[in-house]
């Protein structure tokens, strides 16, 4: 039996990703056993190559690899979901790294219907330099912080850096049609069975900044206005699908952020 599948997308991977991997081999393991199931999207033979042979170097046998020829990382996302084997999940970015307890302190604090997530700081090139990220700021006094998906409503804002049980991911799947927000769409689809949030200081999750990764170019306003309208639908419609279980203020809360989001990119940047 496998604890937790962790699923990692790589398109064009340069040697941050061997840095992520390396950080998930050398995983204090001491209560759960973990898969980790690379991704490359947009397939390559060269880069194809790489990662094998790295894999076959390191002797790592529990790292799972498959090649897609469709670039974009929800087709990645979408695939890891269906091949892991693990009862949580846990999606992690190729340029990311993490400390050697992550999963260990994480796992000590997992039930079903639970979101586990860890701290995150950023970092561009050395990890001993980070800067706080607005997960570090949930951090009132305790190592320990634990809520309601309202208290803790801005972690599924993204799907990075948490465990999530995959009873409660169920069939739901990530949108492809979209490159920006497909993170929330899916957090927010979700959490109906989400009954409460759980985060560990000490698990450290370092999210690498870099200027030319997909998230730093400039969308048209064209796109993000688009983009936004059809966010806000697929809220709504998820919303009304089970608005019985389904949080008023939680969806509310995510199709202002939207707007917010919309205004910053479109306006600010």
Same mark, same amino acid.
């Given at each position: 039996m496998?604890? *937790?599948?962790?699923?990692?997308?790589?398109?064009?991977?340069m040697? #941050?990703?061997?840095?992520? %991997?390396?950080?998930?081999?050398?995983?204090?393991?001491?209560?759960?056993?973990?898969?980790?199931?690379?991704?490359?999207?947009?397939s390559?033979?060269?880069?194809?190559?790489e990662?094998e042979?790295?894999?076959?170097? /390191?002797?790592?046998?529990?790292?799972?690899?498959?090649?897609?020829?469709n670039?974009?990382?929800?087709?990645?996302?979408?695939?890891?979901?269906? /091949?892991?084997?693990?009862?949580? %999940?846990?999606?992690?970015?190729?340029?990311?790294?993490?400390?050697?307890?992550? !999963?260990?302190?994480?796992?000590?604090?997992? /039930?079903?219907?639970?979101?586990?997530?860890?701290?995150?700081?950023? !970092?561009?090139?050395?990890?001993?330099?980070?800067?706080?990220? #607005?997960?570090?700021?949930?951090?009132?006094?305790?190592?320990?912080?634990?809520?309601?998906?309202?208290?803790?409503?801005?972690?599924?804002? *993204?799907?990075?850096?948490?465990?999530?049980? =995959?009873?409660?991911? +169920?069939?739901?799947?990530?949108?492809?049609?979209?490159?920006?927000?497909?993170?929330? %769409?899916?957090?927010?689809?979700?959490?109906?069975?989400i009954?409460?949030?759980?985060?560990?200081?000490?698990?450290?999750?370092?999210?690498?900044?870099?200027?030319?990764?997909?998230?730093?170019?400039?969308?048209? !306003? =064209?796109?993000?206005?688009?983009?936004?309208? #059809?966010?806000?639908? /697929?809220?709504?419609?998820?919303?009304?699908? +089970?608005?019985k279980?389904?949080?008023?203020?939680?969806?509310?809360?995510? *199709?202002?952020?939207?707007?917010?989001?919309?205004?910053?990119?479109?306006?600010?940047?």
């Amino acid at each position: 039996m496998i604890d *937790i599948s962790i699923v990692v997308p790589t398109y064009k991977p340069m040697a #941050y990703l061997y840095e992520c %991997l390396d950080s998930l081999s050398n995983q204090i393991t001491v209560s759960f056993t973990y898969e980790v199931i690379i991704v490359l999207n947009g397939s390559d033979d060269s880069y194809k190559c790489e990662i094998e042979n790295y894999l076959k170097r /390191k002797k790592l046998t529990n790292f799972i690899f498959f090649a897609l020829p469709n670039p974009g990382v929800s087709y990645a996302r979408n695939l890891g979901i269906q /091949k892991a084997k693990g009862n949580y %999940l846990f999606f992690m970015d190729d340029d990311d790294i993490l400390n050697e307890s992550y !999963f260990e302190l994480l796992f000590k604090h997992v /039930k079903p219907n639970r979101l586990v997530c860890g701290n995150m700081k950023n !970092f561009e090139q050395d990890i001993s330099e980070t800067e706080n990220s #607005y997960m570090s700021k949930l951090f009132v006094n305790n190592n320990l912080e634990e809520g309601t998906i309202i208290k803790f409503k801005r972690v599924f804002s *993204i799907c990075t850096g948490k465990l999530i049980p =995959k009873s409660s991911i +169920n069939n739901t799947l990530f949108d492809t049609k979209i490159q920006i927000g497909e993170d929330s %769409l899916f957090m927010s689809t979700i959490s109906d069975k989400i009954q409460d949030v759980v985060l560990v200081k000490n698990a450290i999750y370092f999210r690498r900044i870099r200027l030319g990764s997909a998230m730093g170019q400039k969308k048209s !306003f =064209k796109y993000q206005l688009k983009n936004s309208k #059809y966010l806000i639908s /697929k809220h709504l419609n998820v919303y009304l699908s +089970n608005f019985k279980n389904y949080s008023f203020i939680f969806f509310t809360v995510r *199709i202002l952020a939207i707007l917010k989001g919309f205004i910053w990119r479109s306006v600010f940047r």
